[in-house]
């Protein structure tokens, strides 16, 4: 299935309306809409919403638009029960080459405050702003597949650490390329890349040489989990893969991202204890014994209905 084709079939969808020529909208479940510039929100297939970075001309350079629009868009991708999973790539030639430069200079040359503290206390709220474009998608609680094809530079890297299984293509590249623009990278990749892929001596020599890191080794350090031939390859092997969790049940697929991400920060002793606390509610959903008759009459869990949430 190629997701262009599931998309022209959405584009009458009521959620999602597509991109249109100011931008895509997105209605909340409450109906309120959102006109997005620098992304496309579509629904290629039942429970799969597809946000692509949308500025292909400008190679999906990250301006600030974008941090208010990830916001939004994630706030509300995470309230809509018809949304199950979700797939993030780019538009264009590549997926991301990061902070746009013009708009990083003129916003730290334009830094407001009458004396040191203050103008810190702005700085720091800035980059505040910055790091919770990309926390959204962890704090997400519907799984995000990015699918990266061509460069994936800067925050384009801050952005894929963040989301739950990365795939990509062939041509990829990868660069924390931070150093070169003469700061330490401050909105992700720091903290989310060690805990992605094991080494901490890789990530060091990547954090602070700015090499680029191509598909071969992205995929042997675990940095992404699949390498495909080509993009049309990807976005397919991404829809195939998100048909299959937003088959399940999403009182499990939910549950589970919550869970993975909070074992990750914390000890197995407490994580085992915030297991329990969640299952002692969520063990009590009908899609346990809908599941489990499934499996006794050799369904998949794909032939069993359940309902949104
Ligand atoms: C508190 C927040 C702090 C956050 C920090 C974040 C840091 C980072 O993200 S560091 C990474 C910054 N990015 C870069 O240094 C990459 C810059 N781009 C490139 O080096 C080249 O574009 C690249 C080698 C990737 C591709 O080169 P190619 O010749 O194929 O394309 P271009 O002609 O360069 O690009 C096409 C048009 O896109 C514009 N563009 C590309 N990247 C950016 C960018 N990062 N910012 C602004 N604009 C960008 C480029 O100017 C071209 O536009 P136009 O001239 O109008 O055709």
Request: include cysteine; proline fraction near 3%; glycine fraction near 6%.
């Amino acid at each position: 299935v190629r997701l262009t084709v599931a998309r022209n079939q959405d584009l009458s969808a009521d959620l999602f309306t597509g991109v249109c020529q100011t931008g895509s909208v997105m209605s909340s479940a409450g109906g309120s809409t959102t006109r997005f510039t620098t992304l496309s929100v579509t629904r290629p297939a039942d429970g799969i919403t597809h946000v692509e970075l949308n500025r292909p001309d400008k190679s999906n350079a990250m301006i600030r638009a974008f941090w208010s629009e990830m916001v939004d868009c994630f706030n509300q991708i995470a309230v809509d029960p018809r949304c199950r999973v979700v797939i993030f790539s780019g538009a264009g030639k590549l997926f991301s080459t990061g902070i746009d430069l013009m708009d990083l200079t003129s916003d730290i040359r334009q830094l407001a405050g009458d004396d040191v503290a203050r103008v810190s206390w702005n700085l720091r709220r800035f980059i505040t702003m910055g790091q919770e474009t990309f926390s959204v998608i962890e704090k997400c609680p519907k799984p995000v597949i990015a699918a990266v094809h061509g460069a994936c530079i800067g925050e384009g890297v801050d952005l894929i650490t963040a989301c739950d299984i990365r795939l990509c293509t062939q041509d990829a590249w990868f660069q924390v390329k931070e150093v070169d623009i003469g700061l330490a990278a401050d909105v992700g990749t720091l903290q989310r890349l060690p805990r992605v892929i094991g080494s901490r001596s890789l990530v060091s020599e990547l954090a602070l040489t700015a090499r680029k890191m191509f598909s071969d080794e992205a995929k042997s350090c675990g940095l992404v989990s699949k390498v495909f031939a080509d993009k049309e390859a990807m976005m397919a092997g991404a829809l195939e893969m998100a048909s299959e969790i937003a088959g399940r049940s999403p009182v499990a697929v939910q549950g589970t991202k919550i869970n993975l991400i909070y074992s990750r920060d914390h000890s197995v002793p407490d994580s085992l204890d915030y297991m329990a606390t969640w299952n002692m509610s969520m063990l009590q959903t009908h899609d346990v014994l809908k599941s489990a008759q499934a499996a006794m009459e050799k369904k998949s869990p794909a032939d069993v209905p359940f309902s949104n949430m």
